[in-house]
């Protein structure tokens, strides 16, 4: 919950948008030019918070007005949610907050700025409602590492088909059109998964769409069978999962309103006990591709229902024969 409050706002409040990408570089005083293009759209300077990205050695800044949403979300996390308040504790501890001065420059504190390693030249790369700043040659190897671990995987499995979740990971169109013109190259990759995150303009989907060498599917962008026309006008194919649609039924209608727009369908899941596999199960036969494992990533599943064996979904051993054909175990 807490990675959903700060890394997947619902949506923007639309008033600004930090596209594209700069290069900078800090001061004497180690102080960083915002781009004027970004802070244009402020008729008051706003209060940035400066957040450390637990998970990729980056920074990531967030307008006041919109971290006041991101707080709210984070008010909600239950007491007994120990990492979720184990995370919040030292994300509170580390933050910063700055405003831009009358040159446009920002001073961020030096245990940041060090903690993320930018020394001189920074990247500022726009994420729409926020941005990031990252050492060139930490970003260099970020990028790397799906190379590397693409290359150690060809290894193995050199025709294997695969299918690649970005999952929103790519700040800007162009920089996802680069990075699925790399992976089809490789000539076995199936699709795409949400390239960009949620939150990207219908613009600059379409403009993705019209030149993607592979197809992209959405996931975070398709909910529920209302979202099904600018779905189909941003994508090629959706990713429909029952938790997102809230049961069978929905799920059955996000599957059908998909095919009839024409969008190829996918059924994915989270990690999930047989009781909503099982479910899902029973709309294999309106999708092209499924991903419903979930069931058996977890080894204490309290229920029985059906089975997965070399890529093949069976109700055949599942005690029950009716409803969604589950028992407990
Ligand atoms: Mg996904």
């Known amino acids: 919950m807490v990675e959903a409050a700060l890394e997947n706002?619902?949506?923007?409040?639309?008033?600004?948008?930090?596209?594209?990408?700069?290069?900078?570089?800090?001061?004497?005083?180690?102080?960083l030019t915002i781009p004027s293009?970004?802070?244009?759209?402020?008729?008051?300077?706003?209060?940035?918070?400066?957040?450390?990205?637990?998970?990729?050695?980056?920074?990531?800044?967030?307008?006041?007005?919109?971290?006041?949403?991101?707080?709210?979300?984070?008010?909600?996390?239950?007491l007994s949610d120990r990492r979720g308040r184990d995370l919040v504790?030292?994300?509170?501890r580390q933050s910063d907050k700055v405003q831009w001065d009358s040159q446009g420059r920002i001073r961020i504190k030096d245990e940041l700025l060090n903690w993320a390693g930018l020394v001189d030249q920074v990247l500022l790369m726009g994420a729409y409602d926020t941005f990031e700043l990252w050492d060139p040659?930490?970003?260099?190897?970020?990028?790397?590492?799906?190379?590397?671990d693409q290359d150690k995987l060809r290894e193995?499995?050199?025709?294997?088909?695969?299918?690649?979740?970005?999952?929103?990971?790519?700040?800007?169109?162009?920089q996802a059109l680069e990075m699925i013109e790399w992976l089809a190259k490789d000539g076995h990759i199936e699709f795409v998964e949400q390239p960009m995150p949620a939150a990207t303009p219908v613009k600059d989907w379409v403009?993705?769409?019209?030149?993607?060498?592979?197809?992209i599917f959405a996931d975070e962008s398709y909910h529920l069978a209302k979202d099904v026309p600018q779905v189909a006008e941003c994508f090629h194919?959706?990713?429909?999962?029952?938790?997102?649609?809230?049961g069978v039924s929905?799920?059955?209608?996000?599957?059908?309103?998909?095919?009839?727009?024409?969008?190829?369908?996918?059924?994915?899941?989270?990690?999930?006990?047989?009781?909503?596999?099982?479910?899902?199960?029973?709309?294999?036969?309106?999708?092209?591709?499924?991903d419903v494992d979930g069931n058996i990533l977890i080894s204490n599943d309290p229920y029985l229902g059906v089975t997965s064996s070399k890529g093949i979904l069976s109700f055949a051993q599942a005690p029950e024969k009716f409803g969604l054909r589950v028992s407990p175990r």
């Open 9 to 31: 706002p619902v949506s923007g409040p639309g008033r600004w948008n930090f596209l594209n990408t700069y290069t900078h570089f800090m001061d004497p005083k180690r102080r």
């Open 37 to 78: 293009e970004w802070r244009e759209p402020f008729s008051k300077t706003p209060t940035l918070y400066v957040l450390p990205d637990f998970f990729e050695r980056s920074l990531r800044l967030i307008p006041d007005a919109d971290m006041d949403r991101r707080l709210e979300k984070i008010r909600q996390i239950p």
């Open 89 to 92: 504790r030292e994300l509170g």
């Open 137 to 148: 040659k930490t970003w260099a190897q970020t990028n790397r590492a799906a190379t590397v």
């Open 156 to 174: 193995v499995a050199p025709v294997k088909t695969l299918r690649v979740d970005a999952n929103e990971g790519w700040k800007t169109k162009e």
């Open 207 to 215: 403009w993705l769409k019209a030149r993607s060498p592979l197809p």
């Open 237 to 246: 194919g959706a990713n429909v999962k029952l938790v997102k649609t809230g």
């Open 250 to 290: 929905g799920g059955f209608e996000a599957l059908s309103a998909a095919r009839k727009a024409g969008l190829k369908t996918m059924l994915g899941c989270m990690i999930e006990s047989s009781i909503l596999i099982s479910a899902a199960a029973h709309l294999a036969e309106l999708c092209d591709h499924l």
